[in-house]
């Protein structure tokens, strides 16, 4: 069995799978049991599923395993924690940004990088962003979400 | 950093009680035996200075809701435990019910932890729906009952040990003293000592005021949203058990196909111990890992019979009203032809509403633990995020053959669910992939299982619809003749074969009995027909409706459906408001009246008044009829209208929609909303406001977006995942989003969830008639749709 070398929310973690293929999403979920990156349609039309890949986010259920060897892999749950919290985290706790939170991983994560990347971004130009990628939010928390979104452009977490 | 809810952790208990449930194992049906008459003593066992509080565990898996002990326990550390039997969804109703506890019993919210929704420990308060959870818990027999009767022995105590009578005391903060005298003071803990209430719940006890609430009525933040930014929270999807195997469902390919013959063969020597499980015409695999499972799927050979006959999707709305019916009468006055031949003016039309499915963003998902096969020895553990535990576990009991008090099942949250989805389904899934193979099993549906092979339909309906106007323009009569199709709906004790899983593992679904209507005896508006502007009065009896208009007839026809059917938000509501406010709308048009002046003129229930008015005031609504433009070029805008008193007695709105279409592509686009809600006393004003923000906008989804297709002629749903179901993105235009929250304080609490959802699409409607001039009366509006309507001009 192949065994492959990531970082995994700034720790290295050795991936032992019987298929290289496996997307690296079950062996976030089972192996090392996170919750942040979830299913949700195995084929990227929804986003729950989403990881930064070296930075850059991506759809853990569609990544193999065997491509993120030597790679990092941020998921939620590697952005902060309660007693660190990132600005993004906290832009959407302040915003009540969610109902059921479960597609949470893919806007927070797809508008981070986007921000990071256009300092002083307009909700606008988030919304675009966002865009571009195949997301989607079934209890229809866009407002709020891209409120938290606009918010951490500027700089505020409130 | 914040309380994680629904935490029911057995290692808080103290040692014997532990020890005893341990004991018990995955049973209660043996712990009398063990716990012989300790069983309502955990709470006084142990050192009552350390105690947490405690509810007692139910040896026959059943909570008595009269008891005050099921609902409150006081600890001797000043904690309070509060169980109840509504849950979770993203909606709020954890942080309410804390909110509630804390106002109730004059405690601060951080000491207030919440247990929820499992069986044998939590109340059975049937399924979490309907808007139904404010009105459960405030009302008669819910939680705020029992806090209310605790906090009035708490104060008897306190009285007691003080020497006066409890309206001589001041509490705070679980704090008691003499209001004459602040320096004797006394604590619930103190009071209590560890010791269960043994009370049984009283109905005379009254409860706060809202006009004087402190921590209800305020915008505390949900206390599930930390956990869930921080990737930590718990949702069913992340339930590990030791020793859990993956498993996953394998569907007919055609509806209503049998199963033949398995080739076990096919997957003999796949990677990850891969089992096949076969009952009747359910079939799953079980393996060691997900991606084992999945690729087991893919390999397995089943030979299925072809499926069942499915009406032209392109005929549907025919096909349905030609069909053999079951029929009711919501309120007949008997007059309604005479009306329409006397009348000035008349109208009709018919409006169309397809299928729609609920389309969690989560596939469901479930993990059971079944231990010793079948039989009145095995027993069960199931952790799903089904809407009720106890109709689950009671259903789930015929599915297995084995007794529902060896059953437990724990609800565990999972995403936004709006209705019956597959959370019930893939719990029998787990259920019978765990007996077959004896070890714990985790299944999680694959998006097209959820779509086509999970969840229960939201009905497409037919509704007919006449009106007649006297010589000023008065609405005199009202006429409403609807179809809708019904097969299967939520499972119970005795119809596991209600939803999809049931019924391929054998259970039949009760067939569909056409019968006759016969006249009303009362006004049923939770039929959800009845539009706003009749009286609803039956036999005499006091008008239960919104309206003036006295001459009324509400006939529903009911039909089998291809498909399995249940509750989707604002179910019938939505479907039924989309045709009866669209159709007011057109009477207002013709009369060149302003559709909400129009409205006021046939409105009686002066809340249902309020909200249109605030909803019109906080848009700037100008009165004035809409007028059809002079041409259908360019990029026109239009405001439109909808109000509804939801089931007829459960939250008031009104919601005004201004949308742009573009005339060259049919392309709608909502640029804002203004919804005004008033549901009695808010819990949470904020909380409200964002129930009512997702409402509208998936609403707007529904309106603008959703269809289930199929194809008759293969036998197949083509629905099965975003693509071919597609629904509102993100980058898609964001509309402005205002909201009107009404704080009543002189009525009852009531629902608010599935208010605004259900006036989107006849909001959008009537906005796209303002703009264009041209009437859509079939959803969704999709570019094509609309582009083809308005080159048909109307």
């Given amino acids: 069995m192949p065994t492959y070398q990531l970082t995994v929310n700034g720790v290295p973690v050795s991936a032992t799978v019987d298929d290289p293929d496996m997307p690296v999403l079950y062996f976030l979920q089972d192996n090392l049991q996170l919750n942040g990156p979830k299913f949700g349609c195995g084929v990227g039309e929804c986003g729950c599923c989403t990881v930064l890949l070296n930075g850059q986010p991506a759809r853990s259920c569609q990544t193999a395993t065997s491509d993120c060897d030597g790679q990092t892999i941020v998921t939620i749950e590697g952005l902060g924690t309660p007693d660190n919290p990132h600005p993004v985290q906290q832009a959407f706790i302040s915003q009540q940004a969610m109902h059921c939170g479960y597609c949470i991983s893919g806007p927070m994560l797809y508008g981070k990088a986007f921000v990071d990347q256009n300092p002083g971004a307009t909700s606008d130009q988030i919304l675009q962003a966002l865009g571009q990628s195949q997301l989607l939010c079934r209890c229809h928390a866009h407002s709020r979400m891209l409120a938290a979104l606009t918010l951490y452009a500027q700089g505020r977490t409130q | ?794």
């Fill in chain 2, 1 to 794: 950093m914040t309380k994680l809810v629904n935490e029911f952790n057995e290692t808080d208990m103290t040692a014997p009680a532990r020890e005893m449930l341990e004991k018990a194992g995955h049973s209660r049906r043996n712990f009398l035996k063990v716990a012989g008459g300790l069983v309502v003593g955990f709470s006084t066992a142990g050192n009552p200075k350390k105690l947490a509080a405690q509810s007692p565990v139910n040896p026959t898996g059943m909570v008595n809701a009269a008891q005050v002990d099921s609902w409150v326990a006081v600890g001797a550390d000043e904690s309070v435990t509060v169980y109840s039997g509504k849950c979770e969804f993203g909606q709020g109703f954890s942080t309410v019910q804390l909110q509630l506890t804390a106002e109730e019993l004059s405690v601060p919210l951080s000491r207030v932890k919440l247990i929820f929704c499992d069986t044998g420990f939590t109340p059975d308060q049937g399924t979490t729906s309907g808007s139904q959870s404010h009105i459960a818990e405030f009302g008669p027999g819910g939680l705020r009952q029992a806090l209310d009767t605790a906090r009035d022995a708490l104060m008897q105590l306190a009285a007691d040990w003080f020497d006066t009578t409890p309206d001589q005391l001041a509490v705070k903060n679980g704090v008691v003293w003499p209001a004459s005298d602040a320096t004797q003071q006394i604590t619930y803990g103190q009071l209590l000592q560890g010791e269960r209430f043994n009370l049984i719940m009283n109905s005379n006890a009254v409860p706060k005021d809202p006009s004087t609430y402190t921590i209800l009525g305020t915008s505390v933040p949900r206390v599930d949203i930390p956990a869930k930014v921080y990737g930590q929270f718990l949702f069913a999807h992340n339930v590990r058990v030791p020793g859990m195997l993956h498993g996953r469902v394998v569907r007919p390919p055609q509806v209503g196909a049998k199963v033949m013959s398995v080739d076990q063969s096919s997957v003999s020597g796949m990677p990850g111990n891969v089992k096949v499980v076969v009952k009747n015409d359910f079939v799953g695999v079980v393996a060691d890992t997900q991606w084992d499972a999945i690729q087991a799927v893919s390999a397995l050979n089943v030979n299925w019979s072809s499926g069942a006959t499915l009406p032209d999707q392109k005929s549907l709305y025919t096909w349905m009203v030609q069909q053999p019916t079951a029929d009711s009468y919501t309120v007949n006055s008997g007059d309604v032809p005479q009306m329409l031949a006397s009348a000035a003016k008349t109208f009709s039309a018919q409006y169309t509403h397809p299928y729609q499915m609920h389309g969690a963003i989560a596939p469901s998902c479930a993990v059971a633990d079944v231990r010793g096969g079948t039989g009145s020895n095995a027993t069960a553990k199931i952790w799903c995020h089904t809407q009720g535990v106890y109709p689950q576990r009671d259903s789930v009991a015929l599915v297995l053959g084995i007794p529902n008090s060896n059953i437990r099942v724990i609800f565990v949250e999972g995403s936004g669910c709006y209705g019956l989805n597959g959370a019930d389904s893939v719990a029998y899934d787990a259920a019978l992939m765990s007996q077959a193979i004896g070890k714990p099993v985790r299944v999680q549906y694959s998006r097209s299982d959820e779509m086509t092979g999970g969840e229960s339909y939201g009905p497409a309906y037919v509704v007919k619809l006449q009106a007649g106007v006297d010589a000023s323009g008065q609405m005199t009569t009202w006429g409403y003749e609807g179809w809708s199709l019904t097969k299967g709906n939520r499972p119970n004790a005795t119809t596991p074969g209600n939803i999809i899983s049931g019924a391929l593992a054998g259970f039949p679904t009760p067939p569909f009995a056409p019968a006759a209507a016969t006249p009303p005896t009362t006004f049923s508006n939770n039929g959800n027909t009845a539009c706003n502007y009749v009286t609803g009065v039956v036999a005499g009896k006091p008008p239960g409706g919104t309206g003036t208009v006295a001459s009324q007839s509400v006939l529903n026809h009911s039909i089998a459906s291809p498909f399995f059917t249940g509750p989707l938000r604002s179910p019938s509501r939505l479907q039924n408001t989309f045709a009866n406010e669209c159709f007011m709308d057109e009477i207002a048009f013709a009369l060149q009246v302003d559709p909400i002046q129009y409205r006021l003129r046939h409105l009686a229930d002066p809340r249902l008044i309020a909200v249109v008015n605030a909803a019109a005031a906080a848009a700037n609504w100008v009165t004035r009829p809409s007028t059809k433009p002079s041409a259908l070029t360019g990029v026109l805008s239009g405001r439109g209208m909808s109000c509804v008193l939801y089931e007829g007695n459960n939250g008031y709105s009104a919601l005004i929609a201004e949308v742009t279409v573009d005339t060259s592509t049919g392309a709608v686009t909502v640029t804002r909303f203004t919804t005004a809600i008033e549901s009695g006393p808010v819990s949470s004003p904020d909380g409200m406001k964002n129930q009512c923000e997702g409402g509208v906008m998936q609403g707007m989804s529904r309106a603008l977006h959703e269809q289930v297709n199929w194809i008759a002629t293969a036998g197949v749903i083509t629905s099965m995942d975003w693509r071919t179901y597609p629904v509102y993105k993100w980058g898609d235009p964001v509309p402005v989003l205002q909201t009107i929250v009404i704080n009543n304080t002189k009525v009852s609490q009531t629902g608010a969830g599935e208010c605004a959802i259900t006036l989107s699409a006849s909001a959008i409607g009537n906005a796209i008639f303002d703009a264009t001039g041209v009437r859509i009366r079939a959803l969704p509006f999709t570019p094509t749709n609309v582009l083809a309507a308005l080159q048909g001009g109307s």
